[in-house]
């Protein structure tokens, strides 16, 4: 494999989660939900505050995202890539990531204007999206959360897409359960949640449009090259 070209994949893997940390930033800055990936995470960081523990949200998706990792060894055994263990380093970085700009943004410093916290929701969202955009478009191996549910819905025989749904929709109601129970009330789950889960996947495809060919380029130097590094197995199975 071209060294040079893996260090700029590499390069562009960890700017699109940069970039996606800082639009998680900004939607804890709302206070209207964040994204159904990050509920989970947020939920614990937030429960365990309660006790008087600070977890911050960062190092909440470590752990959590280290458990999903765990989950595709324990469904895959012997067929599980050891390429994808870098799931758990790509995770470190994300975390680190997340509580940086959460300095940056002061996210526990929630807004308390509605339109300007329905601005950032909708700011946030948008980075997202650029985000993983971005970080698809490098061709490395899945984020946990999705290697996960690629990995249930491979064992399931069903498609990525609808165990994407259940596997979204269950972190979500697990997180609401916590919250319930722990800090009696909701908190860290909202509008907003719903709203991600809704819109980051429809901005998704018109930014790749934009993004893609320049990041191809980056990447691979052409198309052609990028179709070869599939070819050659170097591409974890994306839908």
Do not use: W
């Given at each position: 494999m071209n060294v040079k070209g893996l260090l700029s994949r590499i390069l562009v893997y960890v700017v699109g989660l940069f970039i996606m940390a800082f639009g998680v930033s900004l939607s804890l800055k709302s206070n209207l939900g964040v994204?159904?990936?990050n509920s989970l995470p947020n939920e614990i960081s937030l429960?365990?505050?309660?006790?008087?523990?600070?977890?911050?949200?960062?190092?909440?998706?470590?752990?959590?995202?280290?458990?999903y990792v765990l989950?595709?060894?324990?469904?895959?055994?012997?067929?599980?890539p050891l390429i994808d263990l870098t799931q758990v380093i790509f995770s470190v970085i994300f975390g680190y990531f997340t509580n940086f700009t959460g300095m940056i943004t002061d996210a526990n410093n929630y807004l308390t204007n509605l339109p300007l916290r329905l601005v950032f929701m909708a700011v946030s969202m948008v980075f997202i999206a650029l985000g993983v955009s971005i970080y698809m478009n490098a061709k490395l191996v899945n984020m946990p959360m999705e290697g996960m549910t690629l990995a249930i819905?491979?064992?399931?025989g069903k498609p990525f897409a609808r165990v994407k749904v259940?596997?979204?929709?269950?972190?979500?109601?697990?997180?609401?359960?916590?919250?319930?129970?722990?800090?009696?009330?909701?908190?860290?789950?909202?509008?907003?949640t719903v709203l991600a889960a809704i819109c980051v996947g429809l901005l998704v495809r018109p930014i790749q449009k934009l993004v893609s060919p320049?990041?191809?380029?980056?990447?691979?130097?052409?198309?052609e090259?990028?179709?070869?590094v599939q070819a050659e197995g170097c591409v974890t199975a994306q839908d």
């Amino acid at each position: 494999m071209n060294v040079k070209g893996l260090l700029s994949r590499i390069l562009v893997y960890v700017v699109g989660l940069f970039i996606m940390a800082f639009g998680v930033s900004l939607s804890l800055k709302s206070n209207l939900g964040v994204s159904p990936v990050n509920s989970l995470p947020n939920e614990i960081s937030l429960v365990f505050k309660s006790f008087g523990i600070n977890l911050s949200l960062g190092n909440a998706v470590i752990i959590i995202f280290s458990c999903y990792v765990l989950v595709q060894i324990l469904i895959k055994r012997r067929k599980f890539p050891l390429i994808d263990l870098t799931q758990v380093i790509f995770s470190v970085i994300f975390g680190y990531f997340t509580n940086f700009t959460g300095m940056i943004t002061d996210a526990n410093n929630y807004l308390t204007n509605l339109p300007l916290r329905l601005v950032f929701m909708a700011v946030s969202m948008v980075f997202i999206a650029l985000g993983v955009s971005i970080y698809m478009n490098a061709k490395l191996v899945n984020m946990p959360m999705e290697g996960m549910t690629l990995a249930i819905a491979e064992k399931l025989g069903k498609p990525f897409a609808r165990v994407k749904v259940v596997v979204d929709c269950s972190t979500v109601i697990l997180a609401l359960v916590l919250s319930l129970v722990f800090l009696h009330g909701i908190k860290g789950v909202g509008i907003g949640t719903v709203l991600a889960a809704i819109c980051v996947g429809l901005l998704v495809r018109p930014i790749q449009k934009l993004v893609s060919p320049a990041l191809t380029q980056f990447c691979f130097g052409s198309v052609e090259r990028e179709e070869e590094v599939q070819a050659e197995g170097c591409v974890t199975a994306q839908d």
